[in-house]
């Protein structure tokens, strides 16, 4: 019988925030497939053991995952939404454990670098940098660790059964994590956008770039991020990865076909509707409240497909 739930690939283990992404975007009846990096999530999508791909791209702390973006061109699997999740750290343990036993702190690294001045409150506390947050949640579940506390979300606290000793401990609380979603070719039917995710490069000339830009100003199409990165092997020659939003259609059209002429290795990598801040960006209600201590096709295009 064939699997009417969506096949979902996500970079970690079973309530990361990448799950935690993909509920939000699919909802929570879809079949997650747990994949160990960002390259055997498009792997399995390529062969067909995922319907889609859940795959984050920036952070609002941490900035561009840049690898990640050559991954986009070089799969050629085109995107089809995105989400924007807010990041919630919390500190777990095992239930009936006090905060006062505590020896040992462990998470992913970037979300402990997102908790120093918590942690600068403790320095008893030893950290232990681990490869995903939702992995340490699980370890201190499974090896019932009684000493060791994880950094991680709610989503993680209820399936391994932990509770939250600490709520929100990161000491940014307007941290957002922007996730790109992507589908096969077959998948991706066309339907209504307002954003369009880009790449392209320029001639090695003054204003080159500018021109580009001037385009889509000129347009009424808005840049809502650029990202450079290298041509792997080219000296001065750049991949400009560009997300545009529009709210016309005519507008966002005649911007590519005048910006053809000034670039070459033209994509396009998505073209969906953007993310909308709306009352869903509040936490999913996936863990009680305990007391506390305290869709397009990747396509080149030329003058003459246009």
Do not use: W
């Amino acid at each position: 019988m064939k699997n009417d739930k969506p096949r979902v690939a996500i970079q970690g283990i079973r309530a990361s925030f990448h799950e935690e992404a993909a509920f939000r975007f699919f909802g929570e009846d879809i079949q997650t497939i747990e994949c160990g990096s960002f390259k055997q999530t498009f792997e399995a999508l390529q062969n067909n053991q995922a319907d889609y791909v859940v795959m984050a791209i920036e952070n609002s702390i941490a900035g561009s995952i840049l690898p990640n973006y050559s991954l986009l061109l070089n799969y050629n699997f085109p995107v089809v939404g995105e989400v924007y999740l807010p990041i919630q750290l919390h500190l777990m343990a095992l239930p009936g454990v006090a905060f006062e036993d505590i020896k040992y702190v462990t998470s992913h690294p970037i979300a402990i670098r997102q908790c120093v001045d918590f942690f600068d409150e403790y320095p008893h506390l030893q950290i232990v940098e681990s490869s995903d947050t939702a992995a340490c949640a699980k370890r201190i579940h499974d090896e019932q660790l009684t000493d060791t506390v994880a950094i991680a979300n709610t989503l993680a606290a209820k399936l391994y059964g932990l509770d939250v000793l600490e709520r929100r401990i990161e000491s940014n609380k307007k941290n957002f994590t922007r996730f790109l979603i992507l589908t096969h070719h077959e998948n991706a039917d066309k339907g209504p956008a307002n954003k369009a995710s880009l790449c392209f490069q320029v001639s090695n000339q003054v204003g080159s770039l500018a021109k580009v830009l001037n385009i889509f100003a000129n347009q009424q199409v808005n840049m809502s991020k650029i990202q450079s990165m290298p041509v792997l092997g080219k000296r001065n020659e750049y991949n400009f990865y560009v997300d545009v939003e529009f709210e016309e259609t005519k507008h966002y059209d005649s911007a590519i076909k005048q910006v053809l002429k000034y670039t070459h290795n033209f994509n396009i990598l998505g073209e969906y509707m953007r993310h909308e801040d709306e009352a869903s960006e509040k936490p999913l209600n996936i863990a009680p409240e305990k007391p506390v201590r305290k869709y397009i096709t990747i396509k080149k295009l030329t003058d003459s497909n246009i």
